[in-house]
């Protein structure tokens, strides 16, 4: 019996280990199986809850990613603390679920209000809907506090209030949606610098770029956003889904970029099928664009956009406030849900030619470090990503990458412990039932135990 008993513990120990094994490995596959998320969040990204009130609002950590969820009804307030010195930039991207209904005005809000209560205002645009697709994606919206010479509010240290609340609710789904909110930090500049923005640029479109097209899958977000250089790029896209795309551009640099919808079987015409946006650094938006499709190829592009450089905050207009440093810019592509009903859920054709003119300038000298930290620089890791392809995160060492990596080293060097660890008991026991049995046979005057295999029973 007792010996029975050795055995048995032996194969639970290496039962355990053989759970533990199929915990680790295939629960990552079964969830890659299943069908994509609209929107594939931060891997490192912290849970946190939004609060009614400033007085209760749990303080974001510069050059971090939250991830939080947004009721239908109700407004929620997020805590910065903020010196006298350095420009807060605060992003929300709004996620609804797959398949919920939303209308042209519905859309999120991002607002950044000061110690006293008094909003701050410095030219950007905090809105964001959903517009004529009406079509659910991801969408984004973003506020700042910028702060040196010619600000009129929100110049004072202290704890501001982010607040991210729903535009309009009537004739969407009342369903919560999910929000990846990021906070950058910009600290000021070693030296004064030019207070007003460029007044010359080419405004002029660019010519189209053409060249042999290259595969280039996109990603689902921000976090996993496909790395491109300049030049053409192809590929699929299904109805309602958004794809994500990144593009290093420097200090003095413009960009520019144009998506095209391949020709599909089908009959009618929608209005607004294709849209495209472009998010700086920060994922703030700087400019979007769209077209209708009636089956035959169509394209839209984005308007002119000035060279990157530090004193386009200093612009009335969006468009050029929003190049205002260096860095990773995202496109954001679209396909609205609408195409399914008339020309199926795809996949379809997606060209995009991507230009980055310009030679590289020097960039300004910051008095202190950005948190994340390089966020507004072009370095030579950047470069070659684009060239590569990489992906923002899971292949080029990113956070979320870095976290899977992490998970499965973990996962790995624990079930090989518990396995080693189970082996060993098991030659353990197995030592000691020999030792029994020989000390057995010497008692009963046997002089000793036949050979016998041991370490797994036989007949069990």
Known sequence: MGRRTGWWRGRTVLAGAAALLSVVAPADRAAAAGTPPPYRFAADAVRVEGAATTADAVPLRPGAIYRSTLPD?????????LDRTSSAYVSATAVPKRGTKVVYSDGIKVSLQDPDGHKCFSGDAGAARFGPTESPRPLTAWASRR???GTYSCKSAGTYSVL???TSRA?????DWELELQYVSEPALEKAAPTTAPQVWDSASPEALDGEARTREGGSSFNE??????????????????????VPVDWGQQFGA???LGPADGDGFLGNALVMSLHNPARAVVDDADTGYDGTRKATALEPLPPVTYENRYAVDDQVGGMRFAGWYYLAVHLGAGMAGKFGDGPFELTLRVRVSGTAEAAPVYGGGTAPRDVFEVTAGDRDAAASGSAATGQDGGPAGNAAMKAVAAGGIGAGCVLVLGLGMWTVIARRRAAAEAAEGAARGGGGVAARTYGRPRGR
């Open 147 to 149: 702060a040196g010479p």
């Open 73 to 81: 009804k109700g407004k929620l307030y997020y805590g910065l603390r």
């Open 164 to 166: 991210v609340e729903r």
């Open 258 to 260: 144009t998506a095209e």
């Open 171 to 175: 004739g969407s789904s009342p369903d």
């Open 225 to 246: 956003a496909r790395s491109l250089e300049q030049g053409v790029w192809k590929d699929r896209i299904r109805a309602g889904q958004t794809l994500f795309y990144r």
